[in-house]
DNA sequence: CAGCTTGAGTTCCTTGAGGGAACCTCCGGT
DNA sequence: ACCGGAGGTTCCCTCAAGGAACTCAAGCTG
């Protein structure tokens, strides 16, 4: 499978899709925010083929998603988030916010999210970083930015 | 490549993934949210096999996302977000947020976002939908919900 | 009416990524 | 010296992505 390549495109969805827009990568990504930090682990609570585990790995680690460290003398390692890594899990909170909404039918979401601020369970709610306003797609007007494409 | 089955998780990422996990989805949706709403535009735009291209759209139609619809008397089709693709956005403007930062490099974001409300070049940010207090990963403590695996 | 055009797919073939299982290696413990 | 476990690597097989050619229906053109 040739896949195309979308990190070239002039398209900052593209490029984070060429960071983890394979559908093991949030997943991985969820794991290691929870813990779940050692290959072992992780192969084990996914289920993924160990090669492709190894080939996701490499890859979050080259774009600096995740770091590599070792955590015994003998050759152990463990991935954790950097501070990159650690901003793209908003990505994943929005993903359970619309999964509860739209996809947990009957049953209800499998976990609850309980904020530290107000101690209550809540959920994730688009804001303009400006105005504090809500922002979605239609609050919105695209306009051409610098690194436009020619 | 036998690909496993996301949506049979109990966990509202993995089923997201099953709607929109794979790379072409969401540039498709970001198309069709900009008005490229033709088989052959989306075509022409994205650089997308036909083939995958339909597989796509049909998927997106199948969970929802998307609502094919005449639009002549001739059998001519175009593709527009139902509410439940329309608050997948959301998700596409975090991966905007999340591109522009850590992506983007010395030539800047390829397009700005004005917010309606204030009138400013803004990005998204994520707040508590209760108390309106900013929340990360780090501000919130997963709780099983009535939904979790037995 | 015959033929052309256009949008929207469908078919077919080739390539290569994902799955799965077996294998390897390094190192500390006994 | 042997065992065992973490962290991969190698191998083969299958099936999805790419790409180009083909089809089909409806309107338009002469």
Redesign the pocket.
């Known amino acids: 499978?040739?896949?195309?390549n979308f990190g070239e495109m002039a398209c900052s969805i593209a490029r984070t899709l060429d960071v983890i827009g394979?559908?093991?990568s949030p997943l991985i990504l969820r794991d290691v925010n929870v813990g779940l930090t050692?290959?072992?682990?992780l192969?084990a609570d996914l289920?993924?083929?160990?090669?492709?585990?190894?080939?996701?790995?490499?890859h979050l680690v080259a774009h600096g998603v995740l770091e590599?460290r070792p955590?015994?003398?003998?050759?152990?390692?463990?991935?954790v988030l950097t501070e990159k890594g650690t901003e793209l899990v908003d990505l994943l909170m929005v993903m359970v916010g619309w999964g509860d909404k739209w996809l947990a039918g009957e049953a209800g979401p499998p976990v609850l999210y309980r904020h530290h601020a107000c101690g209550q369970i809540s959920h994730v709610e688009l804001r303009c970083a400006h105005c504090g306003q809500p922002m979605h797609a239609s609050d919105v007007d695209p306009l051409a930015g610098p690194g436009a494409a020619t």
Do not use: A
């Not at 499978?1 to 195309?4: A, F, G, V, Y």
């Not at 955590?71 to 991935?79: A, I, L, N, S, T």
């Open positions: 499978m040739q896949r195309t394979e559908p093991w050692r290959f072992e682990q192969q289920g993924i083929s160990r090669k492709v585990l190894t080939e996701r790995l490499n590599r955590y015994d003398r003998r050759p152990r390692f463990e991935y």
